[in-house]
């Protein structure tokens, strides 16, 4: 079976520019969540998406936004990219909400503002 | 403020011996804690996972143990291997929410 999967491995744009991120979950799961790492750093939680619909937002400013598809995949879309947005992006996908099911990440996608 | 720390930044260590990693938080109301192997470059995968009223779990050379009163959770692992070189991250989940708390991890990194 496929784990998840994220589109494209890696990144480089400017600054100003808008960046559109793809996960595709494991089949069955129908939640996906989206993680910033920053080098060094834990994840950071983004986003929380179940069944179509937003379940949780982290603190990341309206520059961030994100949708799931009827067939769970998810994008996260970033808009006006700042210098501070280089990092590598997880999309983890688990069955359902709950805090036990567990997570399975993707490889990342690792972007780079110059 | 809930957090998670970890000690220590990072480790080197020799084929074979053993080590243990540490984890503080300060997070409530507490759910569940997980310890995630994260190789470079690639995404975390969880190890073990472990409840309030459950103290040790163990996943082949690795075993996890947390004392809830003191909010501290340690991973050992024994007789390293090189493959085990990577960060290992200490996750915090809140009861009744999506939310979770990661730590900065410990990079571990055996030698031959």
């Known amino acids: 079976d496929a784990g998840v999967t994220q589109s494209p491995t890696h990144l480089i744009k400017t600054r100003g520019q808008h960046v559109t991120l793809r996960c595709s979950p494991i089949s069955g799961h129908k939640s996906v969540s989206w993680y910033q790492q920053v080098l060094g750093q834990g994840p950071q939680f983004i986003f929380q998406?179940?069944?179509?619909?937003?379940?949780g937002r982290g603190n990341f400013p309206d520059r961030f936004s994100a949708r799931q598809f009827p067939n769970y995949s998810s994008e996260l879309n970033v808009n006006a990219l700042l210098l501070g947005d280089s990092a590598l992006y997880l999309c983890?996908?688990?069955?359902?909400?709950?805090?036990?099911?567990?997570?399975?990440f993707g490889p990342g996608t690792r972007l780079t503002v110059l | 403020k809930n957090q998670v720390e970890q000690s220590p930044q990072s480790l080197i260590i020799l084929e074979g011996k053993n080590c243990t990693l540490q984890c503080n938080y300060t997070v409530s109301p507490f759910s569940n804690l997980r310890w995630y192997k994260q190789d470079t470059g690639r995404g975390p995968v969880s190890l073990t996972i472990m409840t309030f009223s459950e103290n040790t779990k163990s996943n082949g050379r690795y075993t996890a143990t947390l004392d809830a009163d003191t909010k501290q959770s340690s991973l050992h692992i024994t007789a390293s291997q090189l493959s085990d070189s990577a960060s290992y991250i200490c996750?915090?989940?809140?009861?009744?929410?999506?939310?979770?708390?990661f730590g900065t991890g410990t990079r571990l990194k055996v030698l031959a």
């Open positions: 998406y179940y069944e179509k619909e937003e379940r």
């Open positions: 996750v915090v989940s809140l009861s009744g929410t999506y939310k979770y708390i």
């Open positions: 983890a996908s688990s069955f359902g909400t709950s805090s036990y099911n567990e997570q399975f």
